[in-house]
């Protein structure tokens, strides 16, 4: 059973669905590319490609029959009555006002469906990971841990944010990369203390937190994960912080399977960080999804109240940030079963100090 007969299985919003998104073009097809339009039917698929990708597709896409798009509409609406269609969904998460106006004009003896329950299905699908891309994904992850190795020799006094965030890049591309699953962050001293901070020309000093996060993406699929180094001797309250994100990390991985809500993983690593007196250093969700996006469904954040699927990926990241001081950070990604979760990060977590 392809993925077009999954969705099928639980989409029955309307009498055929198209998928104008990179992402999710490439997660049915299988192939990537910039441009292209799949409509599918329960049973039949068809990828629509302009002539720059006309061969590659033809020669690597199994799932849906290639049609080379000379004049997009009237092969889509030929193809509609083929299958004597008369209602389409659309992906509400991508589409733009602009482009269901222009499908709406030139189809409109259709009926358009609009709200959420396609990109919802697709969604639902993508969350749940098969064989292949659990491959894919751990792939990514040897990589970018392989990179982290290897940087830490980099890191030194006198060496700045910017230049070890490209030495980390290229690691990740000497090492396989197909990209980066996000622009790679890499802090220091008090910069730390900015989750999501960007990485500047201010010089690593001793005695200072150095936090990396970065991913390399292999075949579609990301990594995600989340160091925090010491260079040169930390001091107490850097020990106390690294220590309770570390406990709540760990206390989190333990408890975390399939089934519970993203909510409830989230408030075991919490709680821990609150009873020490840093709930407000916590502002950020614990997890996310990873997949052919680097965030994607389910979450495991305060307002997910959901319960988290078997076979999805998520973040395990908690972090405590000391305004103006400095942070840590130490994430993890994790494939959810029944019973537990099977953890895709290898690399040390104890403290180093480089």
């Not at 609406?77 to 998460?93: G, P, R, T, V």
């Not at 030194?156 to 070890?164: L, M």
């Not at 890499?186 to 960007?198: I, K």
């Not at 990396?212 to 990301?222: C, Q, R, S, T």
């Amino acid at each position: 059973m392809n993925r077009f007969d999954k969705l099928f299985e639980t989409f029955e919003g309307a009498d055929c669905v198209l998928i104008t998104s990179d992402i999710n073009r490439r997660y049915f097809t299988g192939m990537k590319s910039s441009a292209g339009v799949v409509i599918a039917f329960p049973g039949k698929a068809y990828l629509l490609i302009d002539f720059r990708y006309i061969e590659k597709a033809r020669a690597t896409v199994t799932d849906a029959e290639v049609i080379e798009a000379k004049k997009l509409y009237p092969q889509l609406m030929e193809l509609l009555n083929k299958h004597d269609a008369k209602s389409i969904a659309i992906e509400s998460e991508t589409m733009t006002v602009k482009e269901l106006n222009a499908y709406e004009h030139f189809f409109s003896q259709m009926h358009f469906v609009h709200d959420d329950s396609l990109s919802t299905a697709i969604s639902a699908l993508r969350a749940v990971k098969d064989k292949d891309e659990i491959e894919c994904i751990k792939k990514a992850q040897a990589i970018a841990e392989a990179a982290y190795d290897r940087i830490l020799k980099f890191i030194k006094p006198g060496v700045t944010e910017r230049e070890t965030a490209l030495a980390l890049n290229r690691l990740m591309f000497e090492l396989g990369a197909e990209d980066l699953s996000f622009d790679t962050i890499v802090l220091s001293g008090a910069n730390t203390s900015m989750p999501h901070g960007v990485p500047s020309d201010k010089k690593i000093e001793e005695g200072e937190f150095v936090l990396m996060d970065f991913g390399a993406v292999y075949n579609g699929y990301h990594s995600d994960m989340t160091r925090t180094v010491c260079v040169g001797q930390p001091d107490d309250e850097m020990k106390k912080v690294y220590d309770t994100v570390l406990g709540a990390q760990l206390a989190a991985l333990e408890a975390a399977k399939a089934g519970m809500t993203g909510s409830d993983l989230d408030r075991i690593a919490r709680d821990i960080i609150e009873r020490e007196g840093y709930g407000s250093c916590f502002g950020h969700s614990l997890g996310h999804g990873v997949g052919m996006e680097i965030h994607e469904k389910p979450n495991a954040s305060p307002n997910y109240k959901l319960p988290l699927n078997e076979g999805a990926i998520v973040t395990v990241e908690p972090g405590i940030y000391i305004a103006g001081r400095f942070g840590v950070r130490i994430e993890d990604f994790v494939i959810l079963t029944e019973n537990g979760c099977e953890n895709l990060t290898k690399s040390a977590k104890s403290l180093i100090t480089l």
